[in-house]
């Protein structure tokens, strides 16, 4: 490519980044993306991952909080503090499991509804902004391209493709799953 020059980016990339250019700007592109939804999703009283939890329990209807663990890819700790977070703000509660008193169930409330339109709105402007002059089938094309890194990336870790109570209950992406994390 002589004679081109390179495109800035937002972050330095480093010479060592040549065995590995796909995997620096997946890095550069996440990072912008999780910035950019961190400032939309302000708007709504929300931090990143939250909005995933929201989105499952609005799809699935009340889950134990273990599920919501294992379906999004998170740890304990962090699912407790978003969930505590997410009643606090009104747009979850939580209650005993009837059928397991060690468990605690977790429902989206009427007030979270609201909410619900704020996050579909959110999430259709990150889509415009991140895929700003791309024409539709460009956008299938990349959405195709992506599906194939995740599976490849799922193959290598060993992760099951859908986690185990996703796939037993019906819930869940056929591609893969999401990680919930730093949800503050």
Same mark, same amino acid.
């Given at each position: =490519?002589?004679?081109?020059?390179?495109?800035?980016?937002?972050? !330095?990339? $480093?010479? #060592?980044?040549?065995?590995?250019?796909?995997?620096?700007?997946?890095?550069?592109?996440?990072?912008?993306?999780? =910035?950019?939804?961190?400032?939309?999703?302000?708007?709504?009283?929300?931090? !990143?991952?939250?909005? &995933?939890? =929201?989105?499952? &329990?609005?799809?699935?209807?009340?889950?134990?909080?273990?599920?919501?663990?294992?379906?999004?890819?998170?740890?304990?700790?962090?699912?407790?503090? #978003?969930?505590?977070?997410?009643?606090?703000?009104?747009?979850?509660?939580? +209650?005993?499991? $009837?059928?397991?008193?060690?468990? +605690?169930?977790? *429902?989206?409330?009427?007030?979270?509804?609201?909410?619900?339109?704020?996050?579909?709105?959110?999430?259709? *402007?990150?889509?415009?902004?991140?895929?700003?002059?791309?024409?539709?089938?460009?956008?299938?094309?990349?959405?195709?391209?992506? *599906?194939?890194?995740?599976?490849?990336?799922?193959?290598?870790?060993?992760?099951?493709?859908? !986690?185990?109570?996703?796939? +037993? #209950?019906?819930?869940?992406?056929?591609?893969?799953?999401? /990680?919930? /994390?730093?949800?503050?």
């Amino acid at each position: =490519m002589a004679g081109q020059a390179a495109k800035p980016t937002s972050v !330095p990339v $480093p010479s #060592t980044a040549v065995y590995g250019p796909i995997s620096h700007a997946i890095f550069r592109i996440a990072r912008l993306h999780r =910035m950019l939804a961190g400032q939309l999703l302000r708007e709504a009283g929300l931090h !990143p991952g939250q909005e &995933l939890v =929201m989105m499952h &329990l609005w799809d699935s209807g009340p889950r134990r909080q273990a599920e919501l663990v294992d379906v999004l890819d998170s740890d304990s700790a962090t699912m407790t503090r #978003t969930v505590q977070r997410l009643e606090r703000a009104g747009f979850v509660r939580r +209650t005993p499991d $009837p059928t397991d008193r060690r468990a +605690t169930l977790v *429902e989206a409330t009427a007030a979270s509804q609201a909410l619900r339109h704020q996050v579909c709105r959110i999430w259709q *402007e990150l889509e415009e902004a991140t895929t700003a002059g791309c024409p539709d089938v460009k956008r299938g094309e990349f959405l195709r391209t992506l *599906e194939q890194l995740e599976c490849n990336l799922v193959t290598r870790t060993g992760r099951s493709p859908l !986690p185990q109570s996703a796939a +037993t #209950t019906g819930s869940g992406r056929a591609a893969g799953h999401s /990680t919930v /994390t730093d949800t503050r």
